[in-house]
């Protein structure tokens, strides 16, 4: 079981850059693949970024890629999502998660959750 908590968030102006950590605990957490996603009153939970346990296959949502990159320090277990170019549309919950699943990108497949921490982007 690993334990998860986000930090970082806050409100910056459009085309600023921010980075979000998440803090993780527990034996595994090496093992598990990480994953980012968002979430606003509007919209379902959506798959941001993740990244394996190696830290050699990171992949993106469409709709951030090319400004975000997510990596991992397993030592220190942390991970990082690095944001630059913010856009107002960026502005949601962002969760950090863990998986055991191969190559995950829905919510469902992942087993542990942090608690969210918010970013607004204004324009």
């Known amino acids: 079981q690993v334990q998860l908590v986000e930090s970082g968030g806050r409100l910056v102006q459009a085309g600023d850059s921010l980075r979000l950590s998440c803090a993780a605990s527990g034996r595994t957490f090496s093992g598990y693949t990480m994953g980012w996603f968002r979430q606003t009153p509007e919209k379902e939970r959506e798959f941001v970024a993740a990244?394996?346990?190696?830290?050699?296959?990171?992949y993106y949502a469409d709709s951030v890629k090319g400004r975000f990159t997510i990596s991992r320090d397993n030592a220190k277990n942390l991970v990082y999502l690095q944001m630059n170019s913010l856009k107002p549309e960026d502005t949601a919950v962002y969760y950090c998660?863990?998986?055991?699943?191969?190559?995950?990108?829905?919510?469902?497949?992942?087993?542990?959750w942090g608690q969210g921490t918010q970013v607004t982007v204004s324009s």
């Open positions: 990244i394996s346990w190696s830290g050699g296959t990171p």
């Open positions: 998660a863990a998986s055991w699943v191969s190559s995950p990108s829905a919510a469902y497949e992942y087993n542990s």
